[in-house]
């Protein structure tokens, strides 16, 4: 008499075994970290501490600058006169303009940045896209899943095709939400000020917003990953639109300050909506419309994009 | 499943054809018994391992239906999972984890209670004497040892069916057949029913109860190895004469000579009980004074079974080139170590 085996895999139990693999290789490979961490470690430092965008506007810089003497026309000055001309010399010109020069600078950088410290501003950046990369990257392990023939296994034991696909989503999730937890630190101790609106309750914010981008796009890329048989197709892929995807967002410099194509581009970029969530919980002043307005993007990006993404899997899957 | 099925595997035209033009599989029938072991027996590319991917519910069928222990692989594929074992011809335990954690993965996919799971873990390293190595990482293990652990991977779920796909690929001579002796006691501990696929004839005849001969998608014969050697008409035994004339007609007229075929003063002469009829046909040769310099006699292998029913030996056909690479890969993994 033969009999149906005893168990059946619950759907949370079969994505808890496949995530719990991932991140078991993961923990065993600390080197991928290290490397994954130290790159927005350097431009941190190097682009972030050596690009001294306020700096630039301090009134150091402008006391420098020879100011001439200038001459005007007596009546100019005082309508009376109506021959001659007033000479006031420059070094009372630059000592009474000094001040003013002092305080153009953060005023400069604060109207464009929202910070006075350009280094705030783009280490927060550093967090997206350390998260961008980490996602992207993450769907190429199921291109050896499959070389190897793991993927194959695990479609042919009770594990749902959901929890296959989904397990992937979370890892990278996962991973991103660690990766961008040490960014931080690091930004922390290299001198990053967070604004007098944060708070604890924030960081949790943080990670929401990392893990709605995560979702929806590991959900494209583990698409692609699927249908591409070659890990290099899909890295060409993913170095192809990586740089683009973040110099058309807000990740280093302002939307406003770009030209209006590029502007079309950022606003669209859920990268944009993702560094704006994550500056207004750290660093800016919390503007709770704007936070709103980047998580209910955030949120569509990862419902539409992902659906798109599992569809497409889905069919792959059970082909 | 209330009473048991004669018949535990049952294909009925199945087929597969990739990208609406290439037929992989082509409307197959074969059925296996309970407690057989079964054989796919064809060259690289010939369907094997897409007929497997479609019983063990990886694929799904263009036409046709096939069933596993009466559950119809389309439509109930997750009770059929729930009772088959597979081992597929890739290595596709984690280098990176050891070989216990991977055990214990697999009995994850399953739903298996981790307590469950570790005392049947731990009987199954027992039984593929990996014991002593399972705590060390995957990497560290022998081509062979790789293929234990998969097989006790397959066993995990303890399956009805147990479904291995190239078992013993890449592995050298005596790795080989120590892998069919725990195959064999695998099926002799756990009464399972086997479906395999090779390329290698001495696998099938070592192993198989029944082989089925699969070339370019369609199964040209089944049968017991003994069968299908036996279809070939008999011995083939090989015979020169000093003298240079056509003696194929005086040999013909012995009796139980099938088939005789002069290649260039050496007779091949094919005849039921080889070993009977050799004599006769010396002395039929003597008799009309011809001297006979050599003789010698072969029983059929598969190998000429194989010849026989596809006309060609066993060749390297073109296949896809993610396929190709797969087996390349499996190949410099087991030989790695």
């Not at chain 1, 960014?183 to 708070?199: C, E, K, N, R």
């Not at chain 1, 740089?243 to 410099?253: G, I, K, Q, R």
């Not at chain 1, 704007?290 to 659906?307: E, G, P, Q, W």
Request: hydrophobic share 45%; aromatic share 10%; net charge neutral.
């Amino acid at each position: 008499m033969s009999k149906l085996n005893e168990y059946h895999p619950s759907r949370l139990h079969g994505i808890w075994a496949l995530t719990k693999r991932e991140l078991k290789k993961w923990l065993k490979e600390p080197i991928i970290l290290f490397m994954a961490i130290i790159q927005p470690v350097l431009w941190m430092g190097l682009f972030g501490k050596a690009m001294n965008l306020g700096g630039m506007f301090s009134g150091s810089n402008f006391g420098n600058i020879n100011i001439p003497n200038i001459s005007l026309p007596g009546y100019a000055v005082i309508p009376q006169y109506t021959s001659g001309n007033v000479t006031i010399p420059g070094n009372v010109l630059s000592q009474m303009f000094q001040p003013m020069f002092a305080n153009l600078g953060p005023s400069v950088m604060q109207n464009i940045f929202g910070v006075t410290d350009y280094f705030g501003y783009m280490s927060v950046g550093m967090i997206s896209f350390i998260v961008m990369f980490t996602t992207m990257f993450s769907g190429m392990s199921i291109v050896w899943d499959r070389r190897l023939g793991f993927l194959n296994k695990v479609l042919s034991t009770p594990v749902s095709r959901g929890a296959i696909i989904f397990s992937k989503v979370l890892n990278a999730a996962l991973r991103a939400m660690f990766q961008a937890t040490i960014i931080l630190i690091l930004a922390v101790i290299f001198g990053l000020q967070v604004s007098s609106t944060f708070s604890v309750l924030n960081i949790l914010g943080v990670y929401a917003a990392i893990f709605l981008l995560c979702v929806g796009l590991s959900s494209v890329f583990l698409a692609l990953a699927l249908r591409s048989t070659k890990q290099e197709t899909q890295m060409a892929i993913v170095n192809l639109i990586n740089l683009p995807l973040m110099f058309a967002s807000n990740t280093f410099f302002p939307i406003s300050m770009m030209p209006e194509w590029i502007q079309a581009i950022a606003h669209v970029n859920p990268i944009s909506y993702l560094t704006d969530a994550l500056r207004q919980l750290t660093v800016l002043p919390l503007d709770t419309s704007m936070l709103m307005l980047d998580f209910t993007y955030l949120s569509i990006f990862a419902v539409v994009v992902s659906l798109i993404g599992i569809a497409l899997s889905w069919r792959y899957l059970t082909k | 499943m209330s009473e048991l099925t004669e018949e535990i595997i049952k294909a009925e035209g199945l087929t597969k054809v990739f990208n609406k033009s290439l037929t992989a599989v082509d409307h197959v029938n074969f059925g296996v018994k309970n407690g057989e072991v079964f054989g796919f027996l064809g060259p690289n590319g010939a369907g094997k391992t897409t007929t497997i991917n479609m019983l063990i519910t990886v694929l799904k069928p263009t036409e046709g239906k096939a069933s596993v222990l009466g559950f119809d692989i389309a439509k109930q594929d997750n009770n059929v999972r729930n009772v088959i074992g597979v081992v597929p011809q890739e290595y596709t335990a984690d280098e990176d984890l050891t070989g216990l954690e991977n055990i214990l993965l697999c009995a994850d996919l399953y739903g298996i209670p981790r307590d469950v799971a570790k005392k049947r873990a731990m009987e199954l390293l027992k039984l593929v004497e990996l014991t002593d190595f399972k705590d060390k990482k995957v990497e560290t293990y022998s081509g062979g040892m790789r293929r234990r652990l998969e097989l006790a991977c397959g066993l995990i779920n303890r399956p009805k069916v147990l479904f291995l796909d190239e078992p013993t690929l890449g592995l050298d001579v005596q790795t080989r057949a120590a892998t069919w002796d725990y195959i064999r006691k695998l099926k002799k501990e756990y009464g399972m029913t086997l479906f395999m696929t090779t390329h290698y004839l001495e696998e099938a005849d070592a192993l198989c109860d029944r082989v089925a001969i699969i070339d370019h998608g369609r199964i040209v014969v089944i049968g017991t190895p003994e069968e299908l050697k036996h279809s070939l008409g008999g011995d083939i035994v090989t015979i020169s004469i000093k003298e240079n004339a056509d003696v194929s007609d005086l040999i013909r007229t012995v009796e139980h000579v099938k088939e005789v075929k002069n290649d260039d003063g050496s007779y091949r002469v094919k005849a039921e009980y080889g070993e009977v009829t050799a004599p006769f046909i010396i002395e039929a040769l003597r008799s009309k004074g011809y001297t006979v310099t050599r003789l010698s006699m072969t029983e059929p292998t598969l190998n000429e079974v194989y010849l026989e029913y596809t006309g060609k030996s066993m060749r390297d056909t073109e296949e896809s080139r993610e396929a190709f690479r797969a087996q390349r890969m499996t190949m410099r993994r087991a030989r790695a170590r």
